[in-house]
């Protein structure tokens, strides 16, 4: 076999040389992608029954609570309050078993009410009365002592006083018929929102139809928290734009109401400084459109609540007072009536207001708020 010349050699290494090249570059050429099927042949990622390509799984539905029934919430709420108020009950029992009440004992007996926020007027008329039948009875026995303890207490709380919440309307719960309206007002802080979300609790756990109306658009969290608490038990809730007209909101929420036949709409306002005028004023609005979509003429809305911190104290009281000058206060609710705050304010803030507290609150429960029972009240303060 002929050696190869050079030329020849010269043409081999060329050629190799262009393989190896040609070769390397398709080893870096990138893979065409696989063309995406159509929209058709895709498969349906939706779990849910129903639902087309493309769509959104709906969310979960919020579970619907039952409320505790009113009336058993009573137990465990005399239960709580005996253990945090009954300090006050123990120290006038033991002020009046002493061997000998002279006055300073009857001074002290003043004192400790006083400092319960019981009022100077109050506590007077109850010490007096104290005195009188003591003297007339002429006996210190313990029982005796006890029971008259609890029938002055009880006599200043006033059992006479209507507790009820005042929402029965004529035909309500029929598609035109006007629902019994309740109008929620309070200071900022005071737990408004909240308390209104727990009212309704109490009148569905009832059997009532309730509609709820978020009129406070000035707090952002305040009606997606309304929101909230009507979903808990199926009830909805009317709301507007933030920074919206709140009477808007509260006619809108009467409105649709009396539209769907609904036994009560409860309206949430925002909560607000006493010594603000004008924040006043728009709150005696909110009261009067909140009427108009109903049927009886001047008929004004059936219940305005004004919720207070019993802790307050005294400082409650003046509260009390502007806001029945603004909005004619029906009846009151006191929250966190606990281990912080005094007892005696129940009769202050009656007294103050010529209204009686209709519900009160012990915790910060859902179901922590009940209807208010004058003898139930003083025999928790007086507990053992």
């Not at 870096?28 to 493309?54: H, I, N, Q, T």
């Not at 009857?106 to 009022?119: F, Q």
């Not at 539209?259 to 006043?280: H, S």
Request: proline share 5%; charged share 25%.
């Amino acid at each position: 076999m002929d050696l190869l010349t050079g030329d020849s050699l010269l043409w081999i290494v060329l050629i190799g040389a262009a393989v190896l090249i040609i070769g390397g570059a398709f080893l870096f050429v990138p893979k065409r992608r696989k063309p995406a099927p159509p929209e058709s042949e895709l498969p349906d990622l939706a779990e849910e029954p129903g639902l087309e390509p493309g769509d959104e799984p709906a969310e979960a539905p919020v579970a619907v609570e039952t409320p505790t029934e009113p009336t058993t919430r009573l137990a465990k709420l005399r239960n709580r309050l005996s253990k945090s108020n009954s300090t006050l009950g123990r120290g006038l029992l033991a002020l009046l078993s002493r061997d000998t009440l002279d006055e300073a004992t009857w001074e002290e007996i003043e004192d400790t009410l006083i400092m319960a926020d019981l009022g100077v007027d109050t506590t007077t008329e109850l010490v007096d009365r104290l005195r009188e039948r003591v003297r007339v009875l002429g006996t210190r026995e313990p029982d005796t002592m006890r029971e008259l303890l609890r029938e002055e207490l009880i006599n200043v709380v006033d059992p006479t006083m209507d507790r009820s919440l005042n929402v029965e309307r004529e035909n309500s719960g029929t598609p035109g018929s006007d629902p019994a309206v309740v109008l929620v007002v309070g200071v900022n802080g005071a737990g408004k929102t909240t308390t209104v979300g727990k009212i309704a609790r109490v009148l569905v756990a009832e059997g009532r139809s309730v509609r709820l109306g978020a009129a406070d658009t000035f707090r952002a969290a305040a009606a997606e928290q309304l929101t909230t608490w009507g979903e808990r038990v199926g009830v909805e809730t009317i709301r507007g734009e933030e920074g919206a007209d709140p009477a808007s909101v509260a006619y809108a929420a009467v409105e649709q109401g009396k539209v769907d036949g609904t036994d009560v709409v409860l309206i949430d306002t925002a909560g607000r400084l006493q010594n603000k005028r004008d924040l006043m004023d728009e709150l005696g609005k909110v009261k009067r459109v909140a009427s108009r979509p109903l049927s009886e003429e001047g008929h004004d809305i059936d219940e305005v609540l004004l919720v207070l911190d019993a802790t307050t104290g005294q400082n409650g009281m003046q509260q009390a007072k502007v806001f029945s000058e603004a909005v004619h206060i029906t009846g009151i609710v006191l929250t966190k009536l606990d281990g912080t705050a005094k007892g005696g304010i129940v009769v202050a803030v009656q007294r103050a207001l010529g209204v009686p507290v209709k519900l009160i609150g012990l915790g910060e429960g859902a179901d922590d708020l009940a209807p208010f029972d004058a003898a139930g009240f003083v025999d928790a303060l007086l507990a053992e």
